[in-house]
């Protein structure tokens, strides 16, 4: 089966701090792509970030990063320096090959930067 | 370029109601999904659309939930009757291989269905 797991369900955090969003994911096929979506409070699920399984090379981009770990399945997302514009929920999501287009989102993470 | 245009934004209806919501998705995406988002879950699949043919519609309620996109182009999602468990926001999600390589879904705002 193919699960995406996001256990942190609300982080609250101070501005210009850093913050960490885990994502864990289960799947028994060796081609997938992983994804990052971004939903602020107006709603539109907004693409920040694509994986495939054969890409390990974490990548930073301005004040984001993804460690992404094929040994414990992780898909982690760091926010450097956060604002209060960083305030939505995230969405880890999961594409499996053979599923076609189909993508598995994760319960996503409530985060809440305060000023 | 413009985006995923859903409408109506907001519905509130009785249980027992019928409702429909429209999607036009970005012009030239040749593939569209429709999403179920209850509240503090993720989104979750409904029915994908290839063109005018679907893909996958196995975690759509048939008996009640209905979907179409006759000229390839904008969609319509159907409930009808409407039960209390289905007061969810509904996305549409449209992507193209040709565009954006492996599936990336570009969403609307959704629409945001109450059912009393």
């Known amino acids: 089966a193919q699960k995406v797991t996001q256990a942190q369900t609300e982080i609250s955090v101070v501005e210009k701090e850093d913050v960490t969003l885990d994502c864990v994911y289960e799947t028994r096929d060796t081609t997938y792509y992983l994804f990052w979506y971004k939903q602020p409070p107006s709603g539109e699920l907004v693409f920040l970030i694509r994986r495939n399984s054969f890409d390990e090379q974490n990548e930073i981009s301005g004040r984001y990063s993804w460690n992404f770990q094929k040994s414990t399945s992780s898909f982690n997302f760091t926010i450097t320096a956060s604002q209060v514009v960083d305030s939505a929920v995230y969405f880890c999501?999961?594409?499996?090959?053979?599923?076609?287009?189909?993508?598995?989102f994760g319960a996503g993470t409530i985060l809440r930067v305060k000023s | 370029e413009a985006g995923v245009a859903q409408s109506p934004r907001y519905k509130i209806i009785e249980k027992r109601q019928s409702v429909a919501f429209w999607c036009n998705p970005i012009?030239?995406?040749?593939?569209l999904y429709w999403y179920q988002q209850i509240l503090g879950q993720g989104p979750k699949l409904l029915i994908q659309f290839q063109n005018n043919g679907v893909v996958d519609d196995s975690q759509l309620p048939k008996d009640r939930f209905s979907a179409e996109r006759l000229k390839g182009v904008d969609s319509t999602l159907k409930i009808q009757p409407a039960k209390l468990e289905d007061s969810a926001v509904y996305l549409c999600?449209?992507?193209?291989?040709?565009?954006?390589?492996?599936?990336?879904?570009?969403f609307g705002a959704g629409s945001r269905l109450t059912v009393l």
């Open positions: 012009s030239g995406h040749a593939t």
């Open positions: 999501a999961l594409r499996i090959a053979e599923y076609g287009n189909k993508l598995v």
């Open positions: 999600a449209s992507s193209s291989y040709r565009v954006s390589g492996a599936n990336v879904l570009t």
